[in-house]
């Protein structure tokens, strides 16, 4: 099935630093969604975009809906140790009945 | 928020046997549910959406004899990996909307991993 281009695949930061990462698709999506998975459990809801444009925050988490509708950004700042996990971006596309395109993950490891 | 609890979180079957996983919403109805599949170290793949009252729909390249899908209620979804083999071993997790609108977000289950040896 298709995936959604996400990067980076993984990244190593320090507590208390920023994170940014980005999701990319060829095609248009009418809602992005932004998870956080932990080992051995399934994705949880962080952050969801309705808007073209939209940048909506989740305490220290804040995401983009981008223009063109084929890109989503993820921005995590002031990292802690909990921050650590894979983070996946999803886009559902008009008429496909909530079907979701996961993206191919980012897994985020923040040392002291 | 929305609950989805999925049963069991870990099953250990022989080659050949069947195994049953349930989703249940717990605090809203689902018309709707999606069984989706993760091999280690990737990405969510959606196998199925399942339908209350009505035949599943499966992804392409997913057997539906093998992954039996039944949604008998509102609140209650079942997979069943049928005949089972090694290589059916993965993480399995199921989703349903969280409200009444097209656009409300999908809610996760915490999976089930699933070793077939």
């Known amino acids: ?112 | 928020g929305a609950v989805v609890s999925q049963h069991p979180s870990r099953v250990i079957c022989k080659s050949g046997t069947s195994v049953k996983i349930e989703c249940r919403s717990l605090d809203f109805q689902a018309t709707t549910m999606f069984w989706y599949r993760q091999f280690p170290k990737q990405s969510l793949m959606l196998m199925a959406t399942s339908n209350e009252g009505s035949k599943a729909t499966y992804e392409q390249g997913v057997e539906k004899d093998k992954f039996l899908i039944n949604h008998a209620s509102l609140t209650l979804s079942t997979l069943t990996v049928t005949s089972a083999h090694p290589e059916d071993s993965s993480f399995y997790i199921c989703s349903a909307r969280g409200g009444v609108s097209y656009n409300s977000p999908l809610h996760f289950g915490n999976g089930t991993r699933l070793t077939v040896t």
């Open chain 1, 1 to 112: 099935g298709q995936q959604l281009n996400q990067s980076p695949q993984s990244m190593f930061i320090q507590e208390g630093e920023d994170v940014s990462m980005n999701c990319t698709s060829s095609s248009i999506f009418n809602t992005w969604l932004w998870y956080k998975q932990e080992p051995g459990e399934g994705p949880v809801l962080l952050i969801a975009l309705y808007k073209a444009g939209e940048l909506t925050s989740n305490g220290r988490l804040t995401a983009q809906f981008g223009i063109t509708r084929k890109d989503s950004f993820l921005n995590i700042s002031a990292s802690i140790p909990s921050d650590v996990g894979i983070y996946f971006c999803a886009g559902q596309a008009a008429g496909t009945a909530s079907k979701l395109t996961f993206g191919t993950g980012t897994r985020l490891q923040v040392t002291l």
